[in-house]
């Protein structure tokens, strides 16, 4: 038996201020109203590694995840990417369209199979027009995207590789971990590969460290899924 947690972890400040962790857009009036919102609103089924849209695409939509998981990633010409964050169930994204920005400057790919809905911007500004008030929610928003972004660079620029992967770890049991016998269990299968796009490292040098975690008890890692066993010990790496 299996249960959804979230953890008391904020990503970039370790115990954070008010000692809570994030709430996910699937909470709160505009959740709500999206749900209304969407009823009346095309669905599309995605497998996973199926793009909802890629660097220089042009559209006029906002993206809401019913179910499934959603990886939004730089990917440059060569084809390298750091994934920025994944994005679950109640989730919403695209958002840069609302400040008229229709070219898209990310990737957002399908990690685990989702339902996802669009949502065209004129509806969404309706909506905003109708309840005023739910422009705060989407104001936080921006701005919870925005901080994600200046952790990732600060990681980037001032963590080891060691670090930065403990972080991403303990932010993923954040966002997508499930209580079970052994431990906090992400929630879906992730690969090394999707692990090193996450932490701006090589395959190789993010496995190196995985191992080195699993080495000392601090997690499992089989069949691509992931099970942190002692978490005490995994935010003291993330501390490097």
């Known amino acids: 038996m299996s249960t959804k947690t979230k953890r008391p972890y904020i990503y970039g400040s370790i115990y954070g201020t008010s000692g809570t962790a994030r709430e996910s857009e699937g909470s709160g009036p505009l959740a709500r109203e999206l749900?209304?919102?969407?009823?009346?609103?095309?669905?599309?089924?995605?497998?996973?590694?199926?793009?909802?849209?890629?660097?220089?695409?042009?559209?006029?939509?906002?993206?809401?995840?019913?179910?499934g998981k959603v990886k939004l990633a730089y990917l440059d010409e060569s084809g390298r990417k750091l994934t920025l964050t994944i994005l679950?169930?109640?989730?919403?994204?695209g958002e840069m369209v609302l400040i008229g920005r229709r070219t898209r400057e990310l990737i957002a790919q399908v990690l685990q199979d989702a339902v996802i809905y669009e949502i065209?911007?004129?509806?969404?500004?309706?909506?905003?027009?109708?309840?005023?008030?739910?422009?705060?929610?989407?104001m936080a928003l921006f701005g919870r995207r925005t901080r994600e972004i200046e952790r990732k660079l600060e990681d980037l620029v001032f963590k080891d590789i060691p670090t930065r992967l403990s972080r991403q770890i303990l932010k993923l049991i954040e966002?997508?971990?499930?209580?079970?016998?052994?431990?906090?269990?992400?929630?879906?299968?992730?690969?090394?590969?999707e692990l090193a796009?996450?932490?701006?490292?090589?395959?190789?040098?993010?496995?190196?460290?995985?191992?080195?975690?699993?080495?000392?008890?601090?997690?499992?890692?089989?069949?691509?899924?992931?099970?942190?066993?002692?978490e005490d010990r995994l935010k003291e790496k993330s501390q490097g």
Do not use: C, M, W
């Open 88 to 93: 679950g169930e109640g989730d919403l994204f």
């Open 120 to 138: 065209q911007r004129a509806r969404f500004l309706e909506l905003l027009r109708e309840q005023p008030e739910l422009a705060l929610e989407v």
């Open 175 to 193: 966002e997508h971990g499930v209580e079970t016998g052994e431990g906090i269990q992400i929630d879906f299968k992730i690969t090394h590969k």
């Open 35 to 67: 749900k209304r919102l969407i009823d009346r609103n095309r669905h599309r089924r995605y497998r996973k590694g199926d793009v909802v849209y890629q660097p220089g695409d042009i559209d006029d939509s906002l993206y809401y995840i019913q179910s």
């Open 197 to 230: 796009d996450l932490i701006g490292s090589a395959r190789e040098n993010t496995t190196s460290a995985l191992n080195r975690l699993a080495r000392e008890g601090i997690l499992d890692k089989k069949r691509y899924r992931i099970i942190v066993k002692d």
